[in-house]
């Protein structure tokens, strides 16, 4: 019975010490667990191949870094541009195929990359990350476009970036953007480590990036739309919903029936970013929309 004791007494020892060791890591180097970046140069050849005909345009951030996109200009007679803000895994060359839709149509687009991804060197942190989409669109106003010409499209984590990019930015400017698009969002990272990871920790002192869209959502100026797959494992789609709740009018909120988390093209929903798209470009915007499909 006392061997037992000792023995129980080690265990919770060691599984304490653990539990230190990774809430320590998850301070430090948070890196190892909330990305999961390609360090792979994007090949735009393969874009090219499969009819995504962009060329790549280079820019720095606002430390100096020196950064990336691929770029479709308008065509026919079209100004519009759709940026597209990728969330923490892969590098660009994963995710072209989102664009093509909009490209093909005429609508400029612009698909940035962020430093620690796609073979741009750099640190890989929140700050660092906000900086990189901000200068992407920066980029934008070189050529001539004004935020009115400009619809900011973030997926996963790229939906703080575009959530920030669009919130600093109308400020600064004082002019809202065309629109703000948000495919399986949530209202922040620190609420998603909380529902996922099934162990409890104490995430809101060892998480340094907490990528808060709760925060600016409300204070957006510009119409929103906002997307979600009802049985998402990696963002749950209540938090969607929850920053739909907060966000101003006018909003929508679809939420694709058995959608999972890097699932909403199959559902085709470029297409019904493209209806939401006209029905903003003509005034048919409607509040509070909400649908399930």
């Known amino acids: 019975m006392e061997l037992l004791k000792k023995i129980f007494h080690w265990i919770l020892i060691v599984v304490g010490a653990l539990y230190l060791i990774v809430c320590i890591m998850v301070f430090v180097y948070p890196q190892l667990f909330f990305y999961a970046p390609s360090s792979t140069r994007s090949d ?37 541009v759709i940026v597209f803000m990728h969330g923490n895994s892969y590098n660009i060359e994963e995710f072209y195929y989102k664009l093509k839709t909009f490209a093909d149509i005429g609508y400029g687009t612009l698909m940035p990359e962020y430093r620690g991804f796609g073979g741009v060197k750099g640190w890989i942190n929140q700050a660092n990350l906000e900086a990189d989409a ?49 495919e399986v969002p949530f209202d922040s990272l620190l609420n998603v480590a909380k529902m996922v990871v099934p162990v409890p920790m104490p995430f809101e002192l060892i998480m340094r990036d907490q990528y808060d869209n709760l925060a600016m959502i409300e204070d957006i100026e510009s119409p929103i739309l906002i997307m979600g797959g009802s049985i998402d494992p990696t963002v749950p789609v209540d938090l969607a919903q929850n920053l739909y709740n907060y966000a101003p009018e006018p909003k929508k909120l679809i939420i694709y029936a058995n959608g999972k988390h890097s699932n909403l093209y199959n559902f085709r929903n470029d297409l019904d970013i493209l209806d939401w798209i006209n029905a903003n470009e003509n005034g048919w915007l409607t509040l509070d929309e909400e649908s399930l499909d």
Do not use: C
């Not at 720095?60 to 007679?77: E, H, I, M, Q, V």
């Not at 919130?167 to 629109?179: H, T």
């Open 134 to 182: 901000i200068a992407a669109v920066e980029y934008l106003y070189s050529q001539g476009y004004k935020n009115e010409d400009i619809y900011i499209y973030g997926m996963s984590l790229g939906s703080h970036m575009a959530v920030n990019t669009v919130y600093r930015l109308q400020k600064q400017k004082k002019q809202p953007f065309a629109g703000l698009i948000l």
């Open 44 to 80: 735009i050849n393969n874009a090219h191949r499969y009819g995504y005909k962009a060329q790549e345009v280079t820019y720095n951030s606002k430390d100096g870094t020196s950064l990336f996109a691929w770029y479709t200009k308008p065509l026919r007679g079209q100004h519009k």
